[in-house]
């Protein structure tokens, strides 16, 4: 068999000699078949240069990776601002007004905030006998900006559905929209001055939140403006939890409840998405090297940046993207690479490059846990309550005249969990599970709310409510809010407004609350009347 060509020219110039008098001559080989190169290397005598062979041609240059050299650039740019600016970071999105409350909050796991701060911002006229307010909820990452204001005339999060004649009308309502609790745009959370610490930074001090922990602010901002009773409380996404939070705890306040894309309890799909975000947040070494106490240091924007770009991919439809997206390509003209290459890819990369400063680390990983531990069922709420319950005594270290005492160790710490010393076993087959767990059978089979959910409800008989839902939503699936209607129905209500959102109305999955001016906003503004 001939010796391929491309082969013999390699093979010609891995070897041929450099110096034009012996390139000609055969190499000479000395004892046990080493070539005169290697018996000079092995009695120690200088290598001469022409004997050396030539550099093999360059045929797989490695790849460069402009991403990577951005990200190195940004973390010396904050590198070098942190050490002209001083260690206080600030995330708040504009002017807002704020809300001080001197009480002490017991948490619904244990944990006590001395006094609080509520950033908060508002739409229309408070009338005479305050019966026309509406608490406006937020989403996860969302400030209280839902709409620009003559202080801060940046367009807010929700600026259409806001204003005279809007969905809600600021002619007829009064609008309040707070940062919740554990946020980082103006209130309480991880990146606000402990006062019990020396105005250090809560960091990972801060306790454990629920949706409970902060509809309960939000009702001493409502008590301190002197509302007793809301006409609507409004939510989307965690806002939605928060709305059916907030009925639920305080139904003699509410008026009327608005749910859309949001659930009565989260489930494993949703509680998943949110743990790989924060493991992906938590091994960025500017966050896993100062245990979550970076604020005299470097963000970790890198695991940010990556935790925005899985968010995104939970916001979004996949029929939405197909249309928009596609499987082009940034640029057909340049080779494949390992960076952000498709269209989708380098969107993602953007939307995270956005966002990776806009938001405090610690406050996604307290909020996005408010979220996962979100359930409205019976057996929860009244574990809950037995918890409150037996840390009640703790307020009393508040008191006038009574030192603080050190926190308490050991297993009486709730948040000092241990890992299991087994992991979770795949089982061969759902059967059982399906045959004991009537809950799962519920949700996946005949769309019944489970029992406990049920029982977890009651208290919403008499209040109207609005639910909605996207069928592209992928984040907080339909299922969950005709979940939540059915639950409803359950208790006896009979004002009850379910509107589910097809394919063919809107593709902007999980999303479209903030985008579906006619569809989502219609529903809303024919509800609120």
Not at 68 to 85: C, E
Not at 109 to 132: C, H, M, Q, R
Not at 418 to 425: K, R, S
């Amino acid at each position: 068999m001939s010796t391929p060509r491309a082969v013999r020219q390699l093979a010609n110039g891995l070897f041929r000699r450099t110096n034009p008098r012996t390139r000609f001559l055969p190499i000479q080989r000395g004892i046990h078949g080493t070539s005169k190169l290697g018996s000079q290397a092995a009695a120690g005598q200088p290598i001469v240069e022409a004997e050396r062979p030539s550099e093999t041609p360059v045929v797989n240059p490695p790849l460069s990776f402009p991403c990577l050299d951005a990200l190195d650039k940004k973390t010396q740019t904050l590198t070098n601002k942190r050490s002209l600016s001083g260690p206080e970071p600030s995330y708040a999105p504009g002017a807002t007004e704020t809300f001080h409350c001197p009480s002490p909050l017991l948490l619904d796991w244990g944990g006590v905030l001395p006094s609080f701060d509520i950033a908060y911002e508002t739409w229309g006229t408070l009338n005479s006998d305050k019966s026309n307010a509406i608490l406006l909820h937020t989403g996860l990452s969302a400030s209280s900006h839902a709409k620009s204001t003559p202080a801060n005339s940046k367009p807010g999060w929700w600026e259409k559905f806001i204003g005279p004649g809007a969905p809600i009308d600021t002619d007829k309502y009064f609008v309040i929209c707070t940062n919740v609790l554990g946020g980082c745009y103006g209130s309480t959370g991880p990146s606000s001055k402990d006062p019990l610490a020396n105005d250090q930074p809560y960091a990972t001090r801060f306790p454990i939140l629920t949706m409970q922990d902060m509809v309960r602010a939000q009702f001493r901002l409502l008590d301190w403006m002197g509302i007793e009773k809301l006409y609507a409380s409004v939510g989307s996404s965690m806002g939605g939890m928060q709305s059916l939070a907030a009925s639920v705890l305080h139904p003699e306040r509410v008026g009327k409840l608005v749910s859309i894309s949001g659930c009565a309890r989260s489930h494993p799909y949703s509680v998943a998405m949110r743990h790989t975000q924060r493991q992906v947040l938590m091994n960025d070494p500017a966050w896993s090297s100062t245990r979550g106490n970076y604020y005299s240091a470097i963000p970790p924007h890198a695991g940010m940046k990556l935790a925005r770009e899985i968010a995104t991919v939970t916001y979004r439809s996949g029929p939405e993207w197909e249309l928009r997206f596609g499987r082009r390509r940034a640029d057909p003209s340049k080779p494949p690479a390992l960076c952000p290459d498709f269209l989708i890819e380098t969107y993602l990369d953007h939307a995270g490059e956005k966002w990776c400063l806009e938001y405090d680390a610690n406050s996604l990983l307290y909020v996005s846990k408010a979220m996962d531990l979100f359930d409205l069922g019976k057996e929860h709420m009244d574990m809950l309550e037995g918890v409150r319950a037996s840390n009640a005594h703790k307020l009393d270290q508040f008191a006038a005249d009574k030192p603080t005492p050190k926190p308490e160790s050991g297993s009486a710490d709730l948040c000092n969990l241990t890992l299991p010393d087994t992991p979770y076993e795949e089982q061969e087959s759902t059967a059982e599970i399906m045959n004991d767990n009537t809950d799962v059978k519920a949700a996946t089979q005949d769309n019944e709310p489970p029992a406990d959910l049920v029982k977890g409800m009651q208290g919403l008989r008499d209040i109207p409510a609005l639910v909605l839902g996207v069928a592209s939503d992928i984040l907080f699936p339909a299922w969950q809010q005709r979940e939540i209607a059915a639950a409803l129905r359950k208790v006896g209500n009979r004002k009850v407004t379910h509107v589910e959102l097809g394919e063919d109305r809107s593709l902007f999955g999980h999303d479209t609350f903030l985008l579906d001016l006619e569809g989502v906003g219609g529903e809303l503004k024919r509800f609120l009347g």
